[in-house]
């Protein structure tokens, strides 16, 4: 029988690395096929995806995956732990994935296992130690963090250390394996070791590049001469992408990559409209942060300014990236408690159609295939969550379109990318 293994990404942008993790991951688990849930038009970072979600899809298609699922806006821009739990949640739906594999600085299963299970009993002892340092003055983060230290001291051995809660995929890993069990899901969790350059590395060091990097490196083309743009982002993508993605920048100009500060005017805009109360109804806003921000907007020149004007010692700048962000595509902070009650296709390999058909019929949440029949295949409680993300994309695309002044495609017209 075949066998599928899951995997949660942004590929934002996709290199070296993802292809790498795509292949391990059917060599370690005996799949023979790779599901991608995939963040859309913006990412958890809380900015827009450096490029479009068909484009990255694409990417995905060519560097191995089998079929490519979005995860919808609600859950792709938020915290760890509601990323997780929309990606896990759609994984766990379709009713054919037999492992989910992702990547880990520490490379074994066992601390983020033993670390999701504490957080999901929560035994006394962690909560008297959550409590007591939430009373130090504490964020919750590193007020659990705390906790976790000092539970883990007490109560457990191994490789479980400040380190390890210290490290980006590592905590992810941890909300993965955390989601699994809240689902009871059949689901096996496989992690496997990050290769190469560490995740916030800028610079192009190694064979795995880090996503930061590549990025980094994409943000200095931009002040290049238009004759020497195509030439070196070339040698950028012949650097950092597997082979079969390498040949796209061909069809890519400097208008095609997106930053949050393209948005910067529509977010001015939004903020001139608003109050500290108004600001408060959007995701991962307090009321501290609307304060702030209204009383520094005579200070505001771009979107990545703002946000850096904005930090403080107990608001990391993906906290109020994310803030930023949401109050911009109005993302409400009453996000839904449910795993997402639909997922959309954005891309599959043509050999793999018989397996896809597979998924849809034995999922538990409708698979869209095609976006504008959305009002007949999805359940009336999803039709507004489905809307945002369409409004959401339609947004990116906008503003995408104006730069490169090209005609706007709305997002329903669009078909999954078939390779």
Known sequence: MKKAVGIIAEYNPFHKGHAYHIEKAKELTGADYAVVVLSGDFV???????????????????GGADVVLELPSYYASSSAEY????????????????????????????????????????????QISLKENLKKGLS????????????????LSGPW?????????????????????SLKSSIRPVTLKREGSAYHAEKLENSYPSASAVRRSLSQLQDTD??????????????????????????????????????SLLLKY????????????????????????????????????????????????????????HTLLEIPADLPSHAPGYVRLLGFQKKSSEFLRLLQNNSTIPVLTKAA???????????????????????YQSVLHIKKQTAFVHDLQKPPVLL
């Open 270 to 325: 939004k903020l001139m409209r608003s109050t500290p109360d108004s600001l408060c109804q959007y995701a991962d806003m307090s009321p501290e942060l609307a304060r702030r921000i209204c009383n520094r907007l005579n200070e505001f020149m771009s979107f990545s300014q703002f946000a850096g004007l904005l930090k403080t010692k107990e608001l990391t700048r993906t906290r109020i990236n994310r803030a930023l962000l």
């Open 226 to 263: 238009s004759r020497e743009f195509l030439p070196a982002l070339l040698s950028l993508f012949t650097r950092t992408q597997p082979e079969m993605v390498a040949s796209l920048p061909h069809n890519l100009t400097k208008e095609d990559m997106m930053t949050e500060d393209d948005f």
């Open 140 to 155: 919750f983060p590193s007020a659990r963090k705390a906790a976790l230290l000092e539970y883990g001291a007490k109560f």
């Open 161 to 181: 250390n400040n380190e390890f809660l210290d490290t980006p995929n590592n905590i992810l890993g941890v909300e993965y394996c955390k989601a699994l069990l």
């Open 83 to 126: 990323f997780a739990k929309g990606s896990i949640g759609i994984l766990n739906a379709l009713h054919g994935i037999d492992f989910l594999c992702f990547g880990s600085e520490s490379g074994e299963l066992s601390p983020c296992m033993a670390t999701a299970e504490i957080l999901s009993k929560e035994p006394e002892a962690f």
């Open 373 to 395: 029949d959305y009002k007949k295949r999805l359940p009336k409680e999803e039709i507004s969550a489905f809307e945002t993300d369409i409004f959401v994309s339609n947004l």
């Open 44 to 62: 958890q970072r809380g900015t827009p995806a450096v490029f479009s979600k068909h484009l990255r899809t694409k990417m995905a298609l060519l």
